[in-house]
């Protein structure tokens, strides 16, 4: 046993307690024995303190052995997990008792599994460490740190050896410094035919039009012929067969980028008798630097001729696409740094631009314009999309100009012909869609009434609020096929309904595909009616068999419009097109000049002080509270207007830019400058002053980014989006000054956008772009560093193992296991603390009850003494007394003895049992004279 004193100057405090005690006892001598005993209890607990300061140790050598499993769980080995786990449990069932064992899971980092205890059994895999790389170096050391202090290690190592990770060799010191006794089993992978891209070299930075070179590497374990593909984005550049030798192969593509921006690169290799398609797929990316791009999307009803003119003048790149053909994800708007809508109806454009463009602003700086037209705002479907989420412009009106209360009366033909079929949906489904559509257009203070008719007519839904829209339109859904057509009595309950609503506007929609007999001047009084209680027909001719005449004829005397339609798919649009036309205030058909409202960036260099052209029309919309309106119609409605979303911008001109309304404005010497400024505008302007990195961790991106022009209020954030619409955001942490750090978790390989944000307080002060491509893990990847597993047995005395059996042989070095006893002594002190309160808050005195003992014991001694010369006289009275029988005396004088002799029995034992301190003190005196 060794003892170990760590803090040796709290004993040179013992020889100034032992003078205490010597002076207190001198000093309390002639004091109470309670006194005494507080002043003995006190100096105990004085000097516990004192011991307990001086923190001492114990060390008590014994054969402590604690064993930790470090079993590789990465993907190069992950068929092995089983009978990794298998082993373990038949190595716990043989351990040697008194020993303990832990367990380590790891693969690109490490995680404890089993602490380490005396259980002979391991239950299954729980933890799940990252598995795309080997990291034996980090196990190991998280293995040392495991272990308790004065314990005999062992680490027993489950591995491949194949370390793609750290360096294990680093961590043989650490190993021989703890004298840990290494046994490592070896797995052996059994590998087949293998073909995979090592590599995919692509210049950082290239120019437009520039031709540039994408070097692939392959490697492989034998020889084959292979098909290789390049990607770019979503277009195939290439494909070549090729013949593969075994090991290393390199092979070139050519190719050009036309716009500017990130360009992804997707490599794919395919190879008959290849055993592993994991690693067949690699991505990179490139930076094409250029003039900003900027994508023109021409609505149906559009003509962008005059902005692609001025915006080409302007040195800018332009694309202008149709709306079908529209960007459909994140990462192909990300291509663009403004996206110009003109004249464009929302239902035109794909699914993916809607769910993305969003994201494209708020996120990622992107611009977005929107010129007016018929097909656009309210009336191009925008009210509660993305799009009217991100524009400065409410689709509805508001304020003064608010709409009021409309009624709109749905009156839909549901005959036999109706089944036709359009494009594989039939009119009636159209018709359905079309009711839904118009209903999605109306508020909560609107009504809704819907006929359905054949050769008769069914209310669908009679006239109410458009309070709860999905009970609406399920009602609608409802409306089946059957029967003729009659149009008269649909028309005349129509009316009737609309006598029910208290709307200010009333509006019929009449949809039909057929003719009935009835001629128009039948409808002519039901007209008069309508004119007379102000409520508007519209009509829709679907087909050539639909009477078109009479539909015409009857939407003019009903002061409303005619559709003729032999294209199916434009039912839904006229529907909804028509609620909102039938209030007669979203176009604005007359000529007024603008008013200036804001002095804005747009307008600089447009001389304004002798005034602006007029303007013919417009597309009605209203303010959003945080917009900047910058002109003004004469109805006090935006005509211009601007708003920071999120890092983005957008603009809103309502009026057109093909001239029917703005014809002053593109013959305006300042026309061209003030349209440019428009578009330019919504360009992101923020300096990238910052650096960038993100590399590959594992299956993390990491995410590394530096300014030295920040200060402690800075935060620092960041969104990423990837080829196939995964999306997130981070938070970077400060890791020293200027610098940045996050990792990023990302679970599918491919390419990915990112941007990074610098913000003070809530307002966006820089933004940085960058790219990142995560490949498959090294794991499946050829790896030669298994032969470092030798070094590591060899530089550690340690040993290789093949079965469970050999895990626990070997004799290890008994440890010195230490105790400090520091806890112990606070103990003993606080009991000893507690004992003294106690003793004396309770007024406990012990003396006294010994004095009440001992005299409880002297007059038991003075009755004794009593008694006995009592007996003794009555004995002698016995033996003098006149008795006759001689045997009869004997007897009485021998009970009276046995009597007496009892009761000195019982003294003798009762002073055996008390301690008779004046013979020891006589006894002490003796030994003093001597």
């Known amino acids: 046993m060794k003892l170990d004193i760590g803090n040796l100057y709290f004993l040179i405090l013992i020889p100034i307690l032992i003078f205490f005690i010597y002076y207190s006892m001198k000093k309390f001598r002639s004091s109470s024995k ?6 003995i209890s006190r100096i105990v607990i004085f000097t516990l303190l004192l011991l307990s300061f001086a923190n001492i140790t114990i060390s008590i050598k014994g054969k402590n052995i604690s064993t930790v499993f470090l079993l590789d769980v990465s993907e190069s080995i992950s068929s092995f997990k089983d009978s ?11 351990m040697p008792k008194g020993n303990k064992a832990g367990v380590i899971l790891f693969g690109d980092n490490a995680k404890v599994d089993k602490i380490i205890d005396n259980k002979a059994s391991y239950k299954s895999l729980n933890s799940s460490p990252v598995s ?84 692939i590497d392959l490697q492989s374990n034998y020889s084959t012929s292979a098909k290789l593909t390049l990607f770019s984005g979503r277009e195939k550049v290439g494909e070549q067969l090729v013949e593969v030798k075994k090991g290393s192969n390199s092979f070139i593509f050519r190719d050009v980028q036309n716009s500017g921006g990130f360009k992804s690169y997707r490599v794919t290799v395919e190879a008959e008798g290849d055993t592993n398609k994991v690693n067949n797929e690699y991505s990179a990316y490139t930076n094409v630097v250029d003039k900003p791009n900027i994508l023109i999307i021409n609505g149906v009803k559009g003509d962008a001729t005059a902005l692609e003119e001025i915006l080409k003048n302007g040195g800018a790149n332009i694309k202008t696409i149709s709306p079908n053909s529209s960007p459909s994800t994140l990462n192909e708007l990300l291509e663009y740094k403004a996206i110009v809508l003109n004249n464009v109806y929302k239902d035109d454009l794909t699914n993916g631009f809607m769910d993305n463009i969003e994201s494209y602003v708020k996120d990622y700086g992107g611009g977005v314009v929107t010129f007016g037209g018929e097909d656009s705002y309210a009336l191009g479907g925008y009210k509660d999309t993305a799009l009217e989420t991100i524009l400065p412009v409410n689709m509805d009106k508001k304020g003064k100009n608010e709409v009021p209360s409309i009624s709109i009366n749905l009156i839909i033909d549901k005959s036999g012909s109706m089944s036709t079929e359009g494009g594989g949906v039939s009119k009636l489904t159209l018709a359905k869609e079309a009711a839904m559509k118009a209903i999605d257009n109306l508020r909560d203070i609107d009504y809704i009434s819907v006929i359905a008719f054949d050769d008769t007519f069914d209310v669908v839904v009679p006239t109410q609020k458009v309070t709860d829209k999905d009970y609406i339109k399920e009602l609608i859904s409802g409306i089946q096929i059957r029967g003729g057509t009659s149009i008269y009595p649909a028309l005349e309950k129509g009316y009737n309904l609309q006598l029910e609503s208290d709307a200010k506007i009333k509006h019929t929609i009449l949809l039909t595909d057929g003719q009935d007999s009835i001629p128009y001047s039948t409808y002519e009084e039901l007209l008069s009616k309508f004119n007379n209680e102000n409520i508007t027909l519209s009509t829709v001719a679907v087909g050539n068999d639909s009477n078109s005449n009479l539909l015409s004829d009857l939407a003019t005397a009903g002061n409303g419009r005619s559709y003729y339609t032999d294209i199916y798919t434009d039912i839904p649009r006229i529907f909804a097109q028509e609620v909102l036309m039938s209030v007669g205030t979203y176009i604005i058909n007359e000529e007024f000049t603008p008013s200036i409202v804001s002095n804005n960036e747009v307008l600089a260099g447009v001389q304004t002080s002798e005034g602006i052209p007029s303007l013919l029309g417009y597309i009605g919309t209203s303010l959003k509270d945080d917009a900047i309106e910058i002109l003004s119609s004469n109805r006090d409605e935006p005509i211009l207007a601007v708003r920071q979303y999120g890092i983005g911008k957008t603009v809103s001109f309502t009026s057109d830019i093909d001239g029917s309304w703005s014809k002053n404005y593109l013959t305006w010497e300042y026309g061209p400058q003030l349209i440019k400024n428009i578009v330019y505008y919504a360009i992101p302007s923020y300096g990238e002053e910052g650096n960038l990195s993100i590399t590959q961790d594992g299956n993390e991106a990491k995410v590394e980014y530096y300014n030295d022009n920040v200060d402690s209020n800075t935060k620092v954030t960041g969104v990423y989006n990837g080829e196939d619409g995964t999306q997130g955001e981070f938070t970077l942490t400060q890791s020293e000054p200027g610098k940045f750090e996050a990792n990023v978790p990302l679970s599918e390989l491919g390419f990915y956008n990112f941007n990074i944000r610098q913000q003070d307080g809530e307002n966006i002060t820089s933004t940085y772009k960058g790219a990142f491509a995560l490949k498959y893990s090294d794991e499946y990847k050829f790896n030669t560093n298994s032969v470092k597993l030798d070094s590591l047995v060899s530089e550690t005395d340690g040993s290789f193992i093949n079965k469970p059996e050999e895990v626990f042989e070997g004799k290890l070095e008994k440890e010195y296991k230490k105790i400090n006893l520091t806890n112990l002594l606070l103990i003993l002190a606080l009991i000893l603390f507690l004992f003294d309160i106690a003793y004396r808050r309770l007024n406990l005195d012990f003396s006294k009850y010994i004095k009440a003992k001992n005299k409880k014991k002297n007059v038991n001694k003075k009755n004794f003494i009593k008694e006995e010369i009592v007996v003794e006289k009555e004995i002698n009275k016995i033996k003098t007394a006149d008795i006759p029988n001689d045997d009869s005396r004997k007897e009485k004088v021998k009970k009276k ?20 301190t004046s013979v020891l003190l006589k006894k002490k005196n003796d030994r003093n004279g001597i």
Request: aromatic residues 4%.
């Open 34 to 39: 309670n006194d005494t005993l507080i002043l």
């Open 84 to 94: 990794g786990e298998s082993f373990i449990n038949s190595a716990l069932e043989i």
């Open 132 to 215: 795309t790389a080997t990291n034996i170096q980090s196990a190991v050391e998280t293995a040392i740190t495991l272990f308790e202090d004065g314990t005999s290690k062992r680490i027993v190592l489950i591995t491949d050896g194949e370390e793609n990770k750290g360096d294990i060799l680093k961590s043989i010191p650490l190993i021989n410094a703890e004298n840990i006794d290494l046994k490592v089993y070896k797995v052996s992978g059994e590998s087949g035919n293998e073909i995979y891209v090592d590599n995919v070299t692509i210049p950082d930075n290239i120019a437009i039009g520039e031709e540039f070179s994408v070097q």
């Open 897 to 916: 003895d046995k009597k007496l002799k009892v009761k000195k029995k019982n003294e003798e034992t009762s002073k055996s049992k008390t301690l008779d």
